[in-house]
């Protein structure tokens, strides 16, 4: 089944523990994506990469890092956790298009990260 | 960044009522997506819109990328309460050099189908 999966789907952690949500697809696309999701903010994008080594900031940077060493996975890392980053995070992908990308992007099921 | 506004907030009709959206932006975008998120889940696209004055359907949704490339609207038409969900517009613009990567979302639209 083609899917975009992410790991974990809940997390709980301290202020400043470092942390990693992963994501994976199995769809052999090239561009990958985080948003971060808050109420009346819509999603937000946070980084994405169009493609193995190639990432670029979204929207929202501050506080993650990500790579891409290999296609399918795309890995968010919060290095010193903050409240201000509880959120729900979606990892997208998708295939590149005509113009260089697809915006047809497929989602994760979400992650909700609460940091007190 | 580009900033999309979203209209309505929410909206709580009865079932067989025709729904409409929109979205609009300042600057011009060259690509309008409209997605569904239900409980729990991540967001589904459920139409895509390429060229200005696009009309395009999905079953009981239509969308429609504005002529001014600034706005675009979601109809759906005789709800049914498996409509309920969160409806974002998102969009691509290559306003101010904007790379190809970056995606731009609306708020959301809060749906709530009463039987």
């Known amino acids: 089944e083609a899917q975009v999966t992410q790991n974990p789907r809940y997390l709980i952690t301290v202020t400043g523990k470092k942390l990693t949500v992963t994501c994976s697809q199995n769809?052999?696309?090239?561009?990958m994506s985080w948003y971060r999701q808050d109420p009346g903010l819509g999603l937000r994008q946070i980084y994405y990469?169009?493609?193995?080594?190639?990432?670029d900031k979204g929207d929202v940077p501050e506080g993650y890092k990500v790579s891409r060493k290999e296609k399918r996975n795309f890995p968010l890392i919060l290095e010193s956790p903050s409240p201000n980053q509880t959120s729900l995070y979606f990892c997208?992908?998708?295939?590149?298009?005509?113009?260089?990308?697809?915006?047809?992007?497929?989602f994760g099921p979400g992650t909700r990260l609460t940091v007190t | 960044g580009q900033q999309l506004n979203q209209s309505p907030q929410s909206m709580f009709i009865q079932e067989g009522e025709d729904v409409s959206m929109n979205c609009t932006s300042s600057?011009?975008?060259?690509?309008w997506l409209w997605y569904k998120q239900d409980p729990g889940e991540g967001p589904v696209l459920l139409i895509a819109?390429?060229?200005?004055?696009e009309l395009t359907s999905n079953g009981r949704l239509t969308a429609q990328f504005g002529i001014t490339r600034k706005d675009s609207f979601l109809n759906i038409s005789a709800s049914i309460p498996s409509d309920v969900g969160i409806y974002f517009c998102?969009?691509?613009?290559?306003?101010?050099?904007?790379?190809?990567?970056?995606?731009?979302f609306g708020q959301g639209t809060i749906l709530t189908v009463h039987p």
């Open positions: 997208a992908s998708s295939l590149e298009g005509l113009a260089g990308v697809s915006y047809e992007q497929y």
């Open positions: 769809m052999n696309h090239e561009y």
């Open positions: 990469s169009m493609n193995v080594e190639v990432t």
């Open positions: 600057s011009i975008f060259n690509t």
């Open positions: 819109l390429y060229k200005a004055g």
């Open positions: 998102a969009g691509h613009s290559n306003a101010g050099g904007t790379s190809y990567g970056k995606l731009t």
